[in-house]
Each structure stands twice: as C-alpha cells, then as structure tokens.
C-alpha cells in the first residue's frame, strides 16, 4: 500500500470535479501544502484566511459556542471552506458547490489530514 502523504491525499482530493483548490496553513499564517500552483495564489490570501478564521472563532467565543467552518460564498456561486485541523492548522478548499455531499468530502478530508498531521507529529 502507498504511503499516504499530504501533498498526495490533497492531489486525490483534487480530482472531484467540483474541488477548485485545496491549501493547508498554520493557524499563523505559514502556507503549509496545497494542489494550487503557488504563484496562483494572492500572497494575501494566508494571512487574511488566517487573521479572518480568528475573528470570527472570538465572535463565537463570545456567544459561549464553539466555531466549526467558516463559509464564504463568492459572487460565481463558487465558496471558500476554511476549517480548524487539530487545533494548530487550517484547512481552506475552494468548491464549485456546497452540498451535503461536498460538506461530508471536507468532512472527510480534515479528519485524513488530522491522522496524517498526528502520525508527523510523533
């Protein structure tokens, strides 16, 4: 069996159809992996999703709930999915849709990267 890596669980995730991106960061803003070309990516997008993740993580901090997923609908229809992953990462996909079916796929995808991210961590 092949050894599951980051960067080849983010290239299988890639190949649904609705998936326009994935990236992994650092909850500070250090781009980690992703199937996007590099120079493809606005140097601003990490330290925004970063700095706009943790925002909006205190404003639920201050109804006394817990943040799960950012969801940012953009003018094409298309969203940008950011989620916490084991507490020091952040997840951001891009989709075409958002449905119970690509929901359960990012649902999927953070916990593979959690096991992942805890085999390195070891």
């Given at each position: ?46 330290p925004l ?21 950012m969801t ?35 649902e999927s ?14």
């Amino acid at each position: 069996m092949k050894k599951m890596t980051i960067d080849s669980l983010f290239n299988d995730y890639s190949k649904k159809s609705y998936v326009e991106g994935t990236l992994l960061m650092s909850k500070v803003g250090t781009p980690i992996a992703g199937n996007k070309p590099k120079d493809v990516l606005e140097p601003s997008f990490v330290p925004l999703a970063s700095v706009t993740y943790e925002g909006a993580n205190e404003l639920a901090a201050t109804t006394g709930r817990e943040f799960k997923e950012m969801t940012i609908e953009l003018t094409n229809g298309s969203r940008i999915i950011i989620r916490q992953v084991l507490g020091s990462y952040l997840l951001a996909v891009e989709v075409q849709r958002y449905d119970d079916k690509v929901r359960d796929d990012i649902e999927s995808l953070t916990d593979q990267l959690s096991q992942l991210i805890s085999k390195y961590d070891q």
